[in-house]
């Protein structure tokens, strides 16, 4: 009877775990940080060809700064309070920008809470991590956010609703880990 009553309480109690627990994993990239180049290809309905742009981003533990050097020098800071641009020598904030800031740093950084709490997750094809948004403002925008690489994010895709897409490749800058 003892047993019985172990045992009813275990599966009681281990689904709840053994689901967060596969979550968790699935969350499989390490956290970047330190300097990175990137690449991003928006491809836009419409236009023959993506829109390419170029640069590095710099990311610590609570901002990112995202530097496109090509085709136009531009600098944002991100951080949980929004993002910011730089203008005539100092950062402006971009108002409503604060969700976007949350976003982009739980991506890169992998940060599990706010990525179970806004998305489902899925394993896609070559391995990669699908995050599909669950609620608003993400589900008004994105159809889902494709996570590739090995050990590190190597390569972002954004899918939006409008069917529209942005892809990003990482790497880290040469000479650097």
């Known amino acids: 009877m003892n047993r019985f009553i172990v045992l009813l309480l275990l599966l009681v109690l281990l689904p ?5 627990d596969q979550s968790a994993s699935l969350l499989r990239f390490a956290p970047l940080q330190g300097q990175l180049d990137f690449v991003q290809l928006k491809t836009v309905q419409g236009l023959p060809v ?5 640069g590095y981003l710099q990311i610590s533990a609570d901002k990112l700064l ?3 050097t090509a085709p136009v020098d531009t600098k944002l800071l991100i951080s949980p ?15 409503g920008s604060e969700f976007i800031g949350q976003l982009l740093l739980a991506v890169l950084q992998q940060q599990q ?3 179970l ?8 094809p070559n391995n990669c991590l ?3 948004p669950v609620q608003p403002p993400l589900n008004q925008l994105f159809s889902q956010i494709e996570l590739c690489g090995q050990q590190t994010l ?3 895709t954004l899918t939006e609703l409008n069917g529209n897409h942005t892809d990003i490749s990482l790497q880290p800058q040469a000479g650097k880990p």
């Open 16 to 20: 709840p775990v053994a689901v967060a």
């Open 50 to 54: 993506p829109l390419r742009s170029s």
């Open 66 to 68: 995202w530097h496109t």
């Open 81 to 95: 309070a929004g993002v910011s641009q730089w203008q005539q020598q100092q950062y402006v904030a971009v108002a």
């Open 113 to 115: 809470d706010f990525i």
């Open 117 to 124: 709490a806004h998305f489902q997750l899925a394993t896609g």
């Open 130 to 132: 699908l995050l599909q």
């Open 154 to 156: 190597e390569q972002l």
